[in-house]
């Protein structure tokens, strides 16, 4: 079983920025696909960012590209999300997840696991 844990979010004023963690356990993550998405209220689940865990190889949602910097660290087990240039619209509660086969990587229902996701408010 693996568990997912958010931390970062808040209250930032438009242009701020804010990193968001995720602290992965419960096995090791070699071939998994580690992802960042979002939900607004009243919108669908939304991807944001990905990165696969062998290799580092990095995905991004085109709202965020130049923006956005998903990483990782692999001896602390954690994927981090560094937000830069906050716009309003980025407002929404975040969620980690994995992936254990790393395929369709945009899609939530190719995750396995999720997080409890973590609030970001972005205020103009």
């Known amino acids: 079983q693996v568990q997912l844990v958010e931390s970062g979010g808040g209250l930032v004023q438009a242009g701020g920025s804010l990193r968001l963690s995720c602290a992965a356990s419960?096995?090791?993550?070699?071939?998994?696909?580690m992802g960042w998405f979002r939900q607004a209220p009243g919108k669908e689940r939304e991807f944001v960012a990905a990165?696969?865990?062998?290799?580092?190889?990095?995905y991004y949602a085109d709202s965020v590209k130049g923006r956005f910097t998903i990483s990782r660290d692999i001896a602390k087990n954690t994927v981090y999300l560094q937000m830069n240039s906050l716009k309003p619209e980025d407002t929404a509660v975040y969620y980690c997840?994995?992936?254990?086969?790393?395929?369709?990587?945009?899609?939530?229902?190719?995750?396995?696991?999720w997080g409890q996701g973590t609030q970001v408010t972005v205020s103009s």
């Open positions: 997840a994995a992936s254990v086969r790393g395929l369709g990587l945009t899609r939530p229902y190719n995750y396995d696991y």
């Open positions: 419960g096995r090791t993550f070699g071939t998994y696909v």
């Open positions: 990165i696969r865990w062998s290799g580092g190889d990095t």
